[in-house]
């Protein structure tokens, strides 16, 4: 700073006798005024230019900035953490991790705020400038770096000083030390991940004042889509159920199976197929593996699942078809009764449940922000209504629907609601639908041959599961495929398979997609696929 | 039985006077022994007429016979056994199972034995004329069970004279006391499971007696050759590696994905893709999710695998070659170097093989005796080569091959007769492949632009997983596309992936029925497949 005491006049000689006149000191003092000021102008110069030079060494350059291609390089090894387990008993520990910036805010010209993200888990951050450690151009260049880049962080956790409500660690945040891009977009984001997070219901207020992502535009687009803390929590379900239905499956001696979705004939008739160019052939993909896996039961094995695609090319374009889907199926020999299997099935599909409500709850909450639901249900003891009961129930509510008719979409819906007023469950058993609405193979029932015993289990009035005890005596198989019109000959290696002795079976198959839609209440089934296929879509 | 004392003649009148004369003395010796040997013949048929009575009621018929079709009318819950769980301890106990009858053998007409067995496990069974229990009816009845029919038998345990060596359970054996048939097979069987299951060595052997079994009648007839032992211990290993593959991956923190086997393009170049017919337009099957699940990288997922079927449209007729087969992928972004995924991969396929050793050595054992294999052998440290050392080896083996040329078939297996030699390993892998010899998404070296981060893990000399660091910056990967003469835009989707940014990545894919032939020395990749699809088989 300039000294504001002017200086003494360096001119002044000193020791001299005769004494100035008055206009001669007048002058006098007017020029050393003018030099004072100007001394004073220059030391400020000085001083500015000084500051100005140290301002320019950007004494935080080795600490930020975006980094070469990775092209495994080096290895260094020095330990990255996972967001998620941070906690703040770690306040004023150093930490180094990569993570997505979800968004960015300048505070002025010497902050910014950051939402770091990582999977379903985000954070908040903040560059501020420090002496030697965060420059203002590193401010300034933090400020620069687009949304969706990914950077690699170092950091000091430290307690905000009040819950952070934007990220979901609320309870810590970082003090950036360090600062590096590892990746950024190089094109304009088709949408904000923030705009892709909002509720639904955010879009239908009258005042909104956002855009509404729709869904083609988000499945057009899906890699971004597919990074919001939503889509992260529904896949990391996904993928849960399917590990729930193996580990219970095995646990009760089933073997895994892989049937080929190549086949020389079309299987089932009714759905119908996509035909394949073979080679100079023709081949089929199948529509579900019920053939293979009841051919797995002749040849012993006994108990048997899959996890697989399955293919429909029914031109149905609604809320709940795809044209490739996951199919989790199973297929049983039983003992005495296919009972056996309904109630396997049972504790299968109960366990699902259970497994996703105990370990995701978390993700379960945070879905239903953005699709609120009520909170699945189900009963201890499942509710099992034979076919008849389903119909009185709604006959009794008032539907004119004949006892053997199909219940359509629209009444499963409505039992579904009847049933949840009456039993308070989300989830159901309907047993011993007549056997006309059911496929050749279906087991007619014992006593009641316009009954058979075939089942289907229900989520929030949708079937999730169809499945039967299967006719297991080729005589009666091959009655039934003639009744329905299906020439034996086509299907021989599957008529064949059973000329050769095959216990009593059962089984049934699951819609993976279905299942997560419906506990989640997602409202379409796109939502519950990475890459959703329909008629209309095979991309991305 | 008749009396072998003479009667006396009752013709005789007693207290006659005058003595007869010689003639008529020995007239009546004569009629009296007719009359004799008359009721000797009268008594001996009552004898018989009475003893066939006895025995023609049956005192067993309650105890054998062919069930009705079972239609769940009833359900008793009698508790079930699997004959794996029998052990000397249980001598005298009785036990109630279904089980399929392998073989049977009469031995006079009071005893047939039997050989019976639930998937791998098999037993000897007996059924013996014994009073009140097993008629000769029963016993003779038992005789004519064909082969491969499924029985329900109720028995008692016991222990055998000596162990039974045609049985895995050689200490106890089953004394039938009922004898139902489930369903038994309606046409001749086209081989015997005997036959099936017998060594490949029998057949070779110059004066066999055995009809071989080949492949191509096995596979024509899959459902009864997949009920040999053999071939249960061969599915179960193929279901515990899947297992085995996921839980590994998912205690790293890797999501399980699905991605979309219909495709709108073709996906990557080079390998051939089946066309399908998609309503009016035109679908292909993915080669591989490759291009999905980095995609999924891309959507910040982080870490994920994929157990799907890979589809590929080309016509190689070998032993190794399937147009449909299960692969095993996976893909992770890393944080510093490519040989963070090599190593994870490294230990998820070692985590393999000791699953498969610790937990399934009989079944390994079992399939051994029909396909005789020494030992899959594996280091504690995996011997990991870079490519111009695999080079390196082969030339100084006395192969002509120069330091950028691929490494064929032929090559391999020499390669790993060598390692083998050299290291005493079955396994290993191979680092740092020519970039001209892989995919154009392959990340080149940070230094020698000629090599690339990639690498292929073998087994026995073959290659089961191929894998790299893929290239994720855009501007890059469009050059390699060009390079390879691919059009980037009939990539467009995958390409723009990048453009949203994307962290380091790398993973691969392993074929699961390659895995499963190499570990177990099948010879031929068709044994690890339940339904193998070749150029020229799509059925059953």
């Not at 203002?136 to 962080?153: C, F, H, N, R, Y």
């Not at 891009?181 to 997070?197: G, K, N, T």
């Not at 579900?288 to 293919?311: H, N, T, W, Y």
């Not at 050749?440 to 005890?469: C, K, V, W």
Request: charge should be negative; hydrophobic fraction near 40%; include cysteine.
């Amino acid at each position: 700073m300039a000294d504001t005491e002017p200086p003494k006049d360096p001119q002044q000689p000193e020791g001299e006798a005769a004494g100035p006149s008055k206009n001669e000191l007048k002058k006098r003092a007017k020029e050393a005024e003018k030099e004072r000021k100007r001394q004073e102008r220059l030391a400020k110069e000085a001083e500015q230019a000084k500051a100005k030079a140290a301002a320019d060494v950007d004494y935080s350059a080795q600490r930020y900035g975006k980094l070469p291609l990775n092209q495994s390089k080096e290895r260094e090894g020095r330990p990255r953490i996972q967001i998620s387990s941070l906690t703040p008993s770690q306040e004023g520990q150093t930490v180094f991790f990569r993570a997505r910036v979800t968004a960015s805010r300048a505070q002025g010209s010497k902050m910014v705020f950051f939402n770091l993200r990582q999977k379903t888990d985000s954070i908040q951050a903040l560059v501020v400038v420090s002496p030697e450690k965060v420059s203002k151009q590193m401010v300034k260049w933090a400020g620069t770096i687009p949304d969706e880049s990914i950077v690699l962080v170092e950091g000091t956790v430290q307690l905000p000083l009040e819950e952070v409500k934007s990220a979901s660690i609320g309870n810590v945040e970082i003090l950036i030390s360090q600062l590096f891009i590892v990746s950024s977009p190089e094109s304009r984001l088709p949408f904000s991940i923030e705009d892709a997070s909002r509720p639904e219901a955010e879009f239908e207020k009258e005042d909104t004042q956002f855009a509404r992502v729709n869904l083609d535009t988000r499945l057009d687009n899906r890699i971004v889509d597919l990074r919001t803390q939503t889509n992260q929590a529904i896949f990391k379900l996904q993928s849960a159920v399917t590990d729930l239905f193996s580990s219970f499956l095995r646990a009760k001696g089933f073997t895994e199976i892989h049937t080929p979705k190549l086949q020389g004939a079309a299987t089932e008739s009714g759905a119908s197929v996509f035909p394949v160019s073979y080679f100079k052939g023709q081949a089929f993909l199948a529509q579900s593996p019920q053939l293979a896996k009841q051919m797995c039961i002749a040849a012993d094995f006994e108990r048997v699942f899959e996890v697989g695609p399955v293919f429909r090319a029914e031109n149905a374009n609604t809320h709940r078809h795809l044209t490739e889907f996951m199919g989790l199926d199973l297929e049983m020999a039983f003992e005495e009764h296919y009972h056996e299997v309904l109630e396997l099935i049972d504790e299968m599909l109960k366990s699902i449940f259970r497994g996703l409500k105990e370990s995701y709850s978390k993700e379960i909450e945070w879905i239903g922000r953005q699709f609120p639901a009520d909170e699945f249900k189900w009963l201890d003891e499942t509710l099992k209504l034979a076919y008849a009961d389903a119909i009185k129930l709604l006959v009794d509510d008032g539907v004119e629907i004949g006892p053997l008719d199909d219940i359509n979409t629209e009444n499963e819906k409505r039992l579904g609601r009847i049933v949840k007023a009456k039993y308070d469950t989300d989830y159901f058993i309907v047993d011993k639908f007549p056997l006309e609405l059911r496929p050749f193979y279906t087991m007619p029932d014992a006593t009641n041959p316009i009954l058979s015993n075939s089942y289907d289990f229900f989520m929030r009035g949708e079937e999730i599961l169809s499945g039967a005890q299967r006719i297991h005596e080729p005589a009666l198989l091959i009655e039934k495929m003639r009744e329905k019109g299906i020439e034996p000959e086509s299907m021989k290696d599957y008529v064949d398979a059973f000329r050769l002795g095959c216990p009593p079976h059962a089984g049934g198959g699951i819609g993976l997609e279905r299942v997560i839609m419906l506990f989640l209440k997602l409202n379409n089934i796109r939502r519950a696929s990475l890459f959703p296929r329909d008629p209309k879509r095979l991309q991305p």
